[in-house]
């Protein structure tokens, strides 16, 4: 089985580009979430899709973030204007939410973007 | 503070020993779950334990919760070269009706041949 699938794995560009994050989660999985990993601050919710709606985005650092999800297969973070502290590994995971009894199943997670802001 | 927080921090045992790493949370939970990540990799789920449960088994691994305690403990029995990785604690809040878990810090453990 595929698993969560990121790309690019490592990004480096100068600070004011646009940068985009892609992400296909495993197929049937209804949940989608990016998170943001550094060694200050951990891993950060960024924001959270439920059947490609966005459910919570308070993660979100600021208005140069936003994220889509066009369809069930397919999910975009793009920072715009980049700046070098938005330097970090970002992970998008994918998981199966099926009601409020059996909600929080695991998550799974692709292998990560390296984002390097010049 | 964090919502889970993981203790120790770092942890470096020999091969074969046992491994045992915390985790404290401070709000009520709906389950609480256990993931490990290698070095440039993604996390990988180990188990999940839910708030009416006390212990889970899988495999090498022992996971107990104590809810009046607000903690859980993660017990590698036997530790190999190929446990050398960070393990991260998530706790669900009870009084979420979503599907978020919040991630602590992690320890890394190394384990040493």
């Known amino acids: 089985d595929a698993g969560v699938i990121q790309s690019p794995r490592h990004e480096v560009t100068e600070m004011g580009q646009e940068v985009t994050l892609r992400c296909k989660p495993i197929?049937?999985?209804?949940?989608l979430f990016w998170y943001r990993q550094t060694m200050m601050r951990g891993l950060e919710l960024l924001i959270y899709f439920n059947n490609n709606v966005p459910i919570d985005d308070s993660g979100m650092p600021e208005d140069r973030f936003s994220a889509k999800m066009p369809n069930a297969s397919f999910s975009t973070l793009k920072i715009q204007p980049s700046e070098p502290r938005d330097s970090a590994v970002y992970f998008c995971?994918?998981?199966?939410?099926?009601?409020?009894?059996?909600?929080?199943?695991?998550?799974?997670f692709g292998d990560g973007t390296r984002l390097s802001i010049l | 503070s964090q919502q889970g927080e993981e203790d120790p921090q770092a942890l470096s045992i020999q091969e074969g020993e046992n491994a045992t790493m915390n985790c404290s949370y401070k709000t009520s939970i709906n389950n609480l779950q256990w993931y490990r990540q290698n070095s440039g990799r993604g996390l990988v789920h180990l188990i999940l334990i839910r708030s009416n449960e006390r212990e889970k088994h899988s495999g090498r691994l022992r996971v107990t919760l104590d809810t009046s305690k607000k903690s859980s403990s993660l017990l590698i029995t036997a530790s190999r070269a190929a446990d050398t990785a960070s393990y991260f604690c998530?706790?669900?809040?009870?009084?979420?009706?979503?599907?978020?878990?919040?991630f602590g810090k992690g320890t890394r453990l190394h384990i040493l041949p």
């Open positions: 197929s049937g999985h209804n949940s």
């Open positions: 998530a706790t669900a809040l009870e009084m979420n009706r979503d599907d978020k878990i919040i």
């Open positions: 995971a994918s998981s199966n939410f099926g009601d409020l009894d059996r909600r929080n199943q695991p998550q799974h």
